[in-house]
């Protein structure tokens, strides 16, 4: 067993007991769903990093930059104005404080918004959990050279993501991305100096790749490329904004100030991380572009997870696997905590039993974050 896969097993070890001591806090549904609505803005900051940040960051993007070159950053660049127009809306969604996207819709448009937004939520966040699960297993089989294979990497991921959503809810979610918030930011601060020293700077990287790779739109945007920028562009921002995740955290927050005081480092941490990652990618590619075949896919997505194995130190490298691990597992989470919330919220307790008890809620939800789970894997076993 190589040392990478050793230490990301036992830091999922430490992260597995640790969960089942905090999940004895778990008493009531407001614990389940918002963390008792106790969060600190300290805990909130790494924990909505870890929301936005996925495996879509740190392969599917990292993939696009290996092609599109430094312009990948448009991709990102939506959701940062996204943050920053949440930024004036924080403070109010505390305030609110409710539990769902379905609680906001249904005060402003009825009944009938919160069953269709419930219904879209439901699917959408379904269909993410599925492919962190793929990509867990995706960076199972990297790390171990294959001799893990994706399909018991996507099963590993699965059962780790299930385990720690069904165990605690909000609580295990704050206090796993606590952690694991902490991982990712580092990795990418200490990473990215060795990688473009290994690349030989940008002096380097400039003659073996092609000058589209640091021009501010790359071809690779297509035939109008202004135009898909901007689609890019809008299409982050908008999804940013409708992540329930996200204002479940708000609700989470133990004051608004705490959830004001969050997105302004949230904003810096996601714009550092996200052009990292980027910067990472290009260079990486221009150091093992022999080793990677982009007509092939996901052959790209290999690049960051190349990089940890090659051009860094082995410590850093554990650490930069460990949050490309770290990305899957706590986005998983936090997309799964979401449907079963919006099953339980608003579907159940607003049609069906709307007194029932607080241990037989937080019980139900359990069962459902199994559920969702459950079938998110089948989706993944599919795809």
Same mark, same amino acid.
């Given at each position: 067993?190589?040392?990478? +896969? ?41 924990? +909505? ?22 312009? =990948? ?34 005060? %402003?448009?009825?009944? !009938? ?33 294959? %001799? ?25 979610? !704050?206090?796993? /991305? ?26 380097? !990287? ?12 790359? &071809?690779?945007?297509?035939?109008? #490329?202004?135009? *898909? ?19 479940? $955290? ?9 959830? $004001?005081? !969050? ?24 150091? +093992?572009?022999?080793?990677? /075949?982009?007509?092939?896919? $996901? ?10 194995? &090659? ?11 460990? =949050? ?9 989470? &936090?997309?799964?905590?979401? #449907?079963?919330?919006?099953?339980? %919220?608003?579907?159940?307790? %607003?049609?069906?039993? *709307? ?10 939800? *359990? ?17």
């Amino acid at each position: 067993m190589s040392i990478y +896969l050793s230490i990301i097993l036992i830091y999922l070890l430490v992260l597995t007991v640790s969960n089942f001591i905090r999940a004895r806090r778990v008493k009531s549904q407001e614990d389940f769903m918002v963390a008792g609505r106790s969060l600190k803005w300290q805990v909130m900051v790494f924990t +909505l990093i870890c929301t936005w940040i996925g495996s879509g960051t740190f392969i599917s993007g990292a993939e696009f930059a290996s092609k599109a070159g430094i312009s =990948a950053i448009w991709l990102a660049a939506g959701a940062w104005v996204g943050i920053i127009v949440i930024y004036f809306l924080a403070a109010k969604i505390h305030t609110f404080g409710q539990y769902t996207m379905g609680d906001v819709l249904e005060v %402003r448009y009825g009944p !009938a918004a919160r069953i269709f937004g419930a219904i879209a939520l439901i699917i959408s966040f379904t269909a993410i959990v599925s492919y962190q699960f793929v990509a867990g297993g995706f960076i199972l089989n990297v790390v171990t050279d294959g %001799r893990v294979p994706e399909s018991l990497g996507t099963i590993i991921a699965a059962l780790f993501v299930i385990l720690f959503t069904a165990l605690g809810g909000m609580v295990a979610i !704050a206090y796993t /991305d606590l952690p694991n918030g902490i991982i990712i930011v580092l990795a990418c601060l200490l990473a990215v100096p060795f990688v473009w020293l290994a690349a030989g700077g940008y002096a380097q !990287a400039s003659q073996v790749l092609d000058p589209g790779y640091f021009a501010v739109v790359n &071809n690779q945007f297509g035939v109008h #490329p202004w135009l *898909k920028v901007i689609g890019y562009f809008l299409s982050t921002m908008f999804l940013l904004m409708g992540v329930q995740s996200m204002y479940q $955290k708000f609700y989470s927050a133990r004051t608004a100030r705490d959830a $004001k005081k !969050a997105v302004v480092w949230w904003t810096l941490g996601t714009i550092f991380v996200e052009t990292v990652v980027v910067v990472i990618a290009v260079f990486a590619y221009s150091k +093992l572009q022999d080793r990677i /075949d982009l007509s092939v896919p $996901k052959e790209g997505g290999k690049v960051v997870l190349m990089a940890a194995r &090659n051009l860094v130190p082995v410590p850093v490298g554990v650490l930069l696997l460990g =949050a490309a691990c770290a990305v899957v597992l706590s986005t998983g989470m &936090n997309y799964l905590l979401s #449907p079963s919330t919006t099953l339980m %919220r608003d579907v159940y307790q %607003r049609f069906i039993k *709307k007194d029932a008890s607080q241990k037989a809620m937080v019980a139900l939800q *359990k069962v459902l974050v199994v559920f969702i789970g459950v079938i998110a894997f089948l989706l993944a076993i599919q795809l």
